[in-house]
């Protein structure tokens, strides 16, 4: 039986790799085999891409940024990837192609150009989960996590969002380019394609979920598509089971 191929996606500071994490072990308690994987990966091509990722001073094109992901892409579907999933390995993956669509594709290449350098060789995923959150909460939870900050804002001139305690404040260009990029994630669509935001209401406020939440939402979106006849027939058991004596 071949493995599942579950894409999580999203803006940063969606909590992608803690969710990948969790999934995991939720898959494994259901007697599954796992892999964790990631993009960039961590072959030779991944650790290229990350290093330049890194350097300020580099200033590569849109094509040049396309290529590299392309290769790295390749190396890791063909090496790691489609092996895990031929001998029945669930298959986890943070990042793939749709971060090249929304990312390279807000850096002016087209959908269409990129679908194309994938044809042939790139699986479809079984589900692709892409999180959803506003990018001024995503980019807290991100300093929160570096630097153990706290999530307060405080506005200043030139800025929509200036971290209080923080000493590398996120500028407007930041927040806007993310704004752009959650725009792009929410129009991609498909009946693999799982929208699942990160917060919820809560009274007349809102909160994260927690992880268990959503690895809870992450498998039933699994379930429904992987075993959809019982993920109906529990659900109208429940339903009738909850009619009965008093």
């Given at each position: 039986m071949r493995g599942r191929f579950i894409v999580i996606e999203g803006i940063d500071g969606t909590g992608k790799s803690t969710l990948a994490l969790k999934l995991a072990d939720a898959l494994r308690a259901r007697g599954r085999e796992v892999l964790l994987t990631n993009e960039p990966s961590r072959l030779p091509s991944g650790k290229m891409i990350l290093e330049r990722l890194t350097d300020k001073s580099l200033k590569l094109t849109a094509h040049e940024w396309l290529g590299m992901f392309v290769v790295d892409r390749r190396m890791n579907i063909d090496?790691?990837?489609?092996?895990?999933?031929?001998?029945?390995?669930?298959?986890?993956?943070?990042?793939?192609?749709?971060?090249?669509?929304?990312?390279?594709?807000?850096?002016?290449?087209?959908?269409?150009?990129?679908?194309?350098?994938?044809?042939?060789?790139?699986?479809?995923?079984?589900?692709?989960?892409?999180?959803?959150?506003?990018?001024?909460?995503?980019?807290?939870?991100?300093?929160?996590?570096?630097?153990?900050?706290?999530?307060?804002?405080?506005?200043?001139?030139?800025?929509?969002?200036?971290?209080?305690?923080?000493?590398?404040?996120?500028?407007?260009?930041?927040?806007?380019?993310?704004?752009?990029i959650r725009r792009r994630y929410a129009r991609i669509k498909g009946p693999n394609i799982a929208h699942l935001s990160v917060r919820e209401h809560a009274g007349e406020d809102w909160r994260d979920k927690t992880t268990e939440q959503l690895v809870t939402e992450v498998l039933h979106e699994l379930d429904i598509r992987s075993n959809p006849r019982e993920v109906i027939d529990d659900q109208r058991y429940a339903s009738n089971s909850g009619g009965g004596d008093t």
């Open positions: 090496t790691i990837v489609k092996p895990a999933l031929e001998r029945g390995t669930d298959v986890i993956q943070d990042r793939s192609f749709y971060s090249t669509l929304v990312y390279q594709g807000e850096m002016g290449i087209s959908g269409a150009e990129i679908m194309k350098r994938h044809e042939g060789w790139h699986p479809a995923p079984d589900l692709v989960v892409i999180l959803d959150i506003a990018p001024r909460f995503g980019l807290a939870r991100t300093r929160k996590r570096t630097l153990g900050v706290g999530q307060r804002y405080v506005r200043q001139q030139g800025q929509k969002y200036i971290f209080k305690d923080g000493d590398a404040p996120q500028t407007t260009e930041k927040l806007n380019f993310l704004q752009s």
